[in-house]
């Protein structure tokens, strides 16, 4: 197994410049993110629980965006490998049509019955009425949000990552600039409370798709041809179909799984203090999962450019295992970094800045230990699924892995013990995190079989 790690001069430089950019992208992301809970935070945990059940429909959205754009890296990387710039663009034009249509008919729903969506996540009356006027300001932005993904998305999937962490990280400094002018009600503004977080979110994205656009404009690795993007043809709209869809439905019920996680939190007798606690749970996932998510990008692109270029199955196979050894290592690292941060770090200083106190104390403890014992293997699997899996084209057995331990285990295991048990909070904790139990040992067979491995580029042209 350890021999897979040979590899040829500078691999593991390529890896390291490929995955830098995406890492500091996703920690700046989360940063400011965590920031953004922290302000909400500050105007009590009654307002920190109706923003977290308000964004459980808006991370369906990004999750089904995030598909989209998992399906764009499938094909563009391997035409990368290739040099195929028309096919690029004409793959940019699929994903920008369905990315804005769905991110359109997501964002009226929520402008249009915001009380009815919240009351899909909670039955708490004072939670929908706090959540609702979030959710209608909010969900607009991410129509810019997927018009400028798509193009980030695929700079992402031709080697320049760069490009996507320098927009995102000043969307996201201005959303946080504006949250603490909103929210608070500083330099003269009115103070806006829940209101002012959604404004500034939805500021921050026009200005993340003016910047996007602008950079598309001059760019001479990646030039828009606005002929092919708006008119990418059959063959690529039906290769583009085979390909993404299963990665779609993958991420949106992906989300709907883990949005149904928050549906039954927020239904559960202590439903305020299970989604304050998951709340700052959620933040600390992001922080843990940084470095993960992206060495799992660089593996998508690394991987489908080797088969782009026409690389042996047996080469193929072995980069893939060198990337996923790499990612469990990570994972058992950051496991030691959040054992060592729980007692002096998260315990003593976080959990209090938030108000959690007593059984919301608890329950964010008991969450931590179970996702720090979950953690190597939620390492492994994310570069699997999201990086190798996908980027051979085997989108569909990737969703399968990913869908049923989720659905079939997590799921109904959480709601029985936090609806009908009643059972005790750390079997409730673990029920949540089951997923990752099924999840490996099912990748490595595929992995394996040597199934996955795909040229998905052969009849796209049109």
């Known amino acids: 197994m350890l021999s897979h790690l040979r590899r040829e001069r500078g691999f593991y430089k390529r890896v390291w410049m490929l995955s830098l950019p995406l890492i500091l992208q996703n920690l700046i992301t989360t940063s400011l993110g965590f920031v953004d809970t922290f302000m909400v935070g500050l105007l009590g945990q009654a307002e ?5 059940a308000a964004n459980s429909p808006v991370f369906l959205l990004q999750v089904i965006v ?6 764009l890296t499938i094909l563009v990387s391997q035409y990368w490998g290739k040099g195929d710039m028309d096919a690029i663009n004409r793959c940019m034009g699929v994903a ?4 804005v249509a769905m991110s359109t008919a997501v964002s009226m729903l929520m402008l249009f019955f915001p009380e009815t969506v919240m009351g899909l996540v909670t039955n708490n009356a004072q939670l929908i009425s706090l959540g609702a006027p979030y959710l209608q300001i909010v969900g607009v932005g991410y129509i810019f949000n997927a018009a400028s993904s798509v193009y980030v998305g695929a700079q992402r999937s031709t080697e320049n990552p760069l490009m996507g962490m320098v927009v995102f990280a000043a969307s996201m400094l ?3 600039f504006l949250n603490y002018v909103l929210i608070f009600g500083k330099f003269g503004a009115p103070a806006m409370g829940v209101t002012g977080a959604a404004a500034a979110t939805l500021a921050s994205r026009i200005v993340e798709f003016l910047l996007t656009y602008g950079y598309a404009l001059r760019s001479k690795r990646l030039p828009l041809r606005p002929a092919l993007m708006l008119r990418p043809g059959r063959a690529m709209v039906k290769s583009f179909v085979k390909y993404a869809t299963p990665v779609l439905v993958n991420e949106t019920f992906w989300g709907l799984g883990t949005t149904m996680m928050t549906v039954i939190m927020g239904h559960m007798l202590i439903s305020e203090e299970m989604l304050a606690a998951y709340a700052i749970m959620g933040n600390i996932d992001k922080f843990a999962t940084v470095a993960c998510f992206g060495l799992a990008g660089a593996a998508a692109v690394i991987v489908g450019k080797r088969i782009g270029e026409g690389a042996s199955r047996e080469e193929v196979y072995s980069v893939s295992w060198c990337l996923l050894i790499i990612s469990f290592l990570l994972g058992m690292v950051v496991s030691a970094a959040m054992a060592v941060l729980l007692p002096t770090v998260f315990i003593p200083h976080l959990y209090p800045l938030f108000h959690l106190e007593h059984l919301s104390l608890t329950i964010a403890v008991t969450m ?4 720090i014992l979950m953690m190597p293997m939620k390492a492994f699997d994310i570069t699997n699924i999201t990086g190798i899996l996908r980027a051979g084209g085997d989108a569909r057995m990737a969703s399968v892995i990913d869908l049923c331990p989720l659905w079939l285990v997590a799921v109904p295991l959480t709601a029985l013990c936090g609806l009908v048990l009643d059972a005790p909070v750390w079997m409730v904790c673990f029920s949540i995190y089951s997923e990752n139990v099924c999840k490996m040992p099912w990748g490595v067979h595929r992995l ?11 009849g796209t042209r049109s």
Do not use: E, Q
């Open 66 to 71: 995030f598909g989209l754009l998992s399906g």
């Open 96 to 99: 920008l049509y369905a990315g």
């Open 48 to 52: 920190l629980s109706a923003v977290t």
């Open 448 to 458: 394996y079989s040597r199934k996955w491995i795909n040229d998905v580029t052969r």
């Open 368 to 371: 931590c230990v179970v996702y």
């Open 174 to 176: 201005l959303n946080t």
